[in-house]
Nanobody
Framework: VQLQASGGGLVQAGGSLRLSCAASGLTFSTYSMGWFRQAPGKEREFVAA????????YYGDSVKGRFTISRDNPKNTVYLQMNSLKPEDTALYYC????????????????WGRGTQVTVSS
């Protein structure tokens, strides 16, 4: 299984970015997927998750109303649209495959991508 996140970069506060996570080596359409982030010196934080069909989504409290997770199963890709970015959104963003029941715990995810850096300047 390989998960390759991309789309990170440097953006000003209030701006937008769209992250992508391309998956291979798995039957993508049968797995829920998630995004986490980790800032320097902080614990990994749940950002968003999406069911295998895309019909159910979950968000961390700090990103609700600003971020949107989506997926394109024929393209084996999950996305994270990030709007109204804040400096506190600065982190390394990871996508992961969900196998457990608890959507907001990193223990419920087994395969992780390398991450893509998002930096929001004030």
């Amino acid at each position: 299984v390989q998960l390759q996140a991309s789309g990170g970069g440097l953006v000003q506060a209030g701006g937008s970015l769209r992250l992508s996570c391309a998956a291979s080596g798995l039957t993508f359409s049968t797995y829920s997927m998630g995004w986490f982030r980790q800032a320097p010196g902080k614990e990994r934080e749940f950002v968003a998750a999406i069911s295998w069909s895309g019909g159910t989504t979950y968000y961390g409290d700090s990103v609700k109303g600003r971020f949107t997770i989506s997926r394109d199963n024929p393209k084996n890709t999950v996305y994270l649209q990030m709007n109204s970015l804040k400096p506190e959104d600065t982190a390394l963003y990871y996508c992961a495959r969900k196998i457990g029941r608890v959507y907001d715990s990193s223990r419920a995810y087994d395969y992780w991508g390398r991450g893509t850096q998002v930096t929001v300047s004030s």
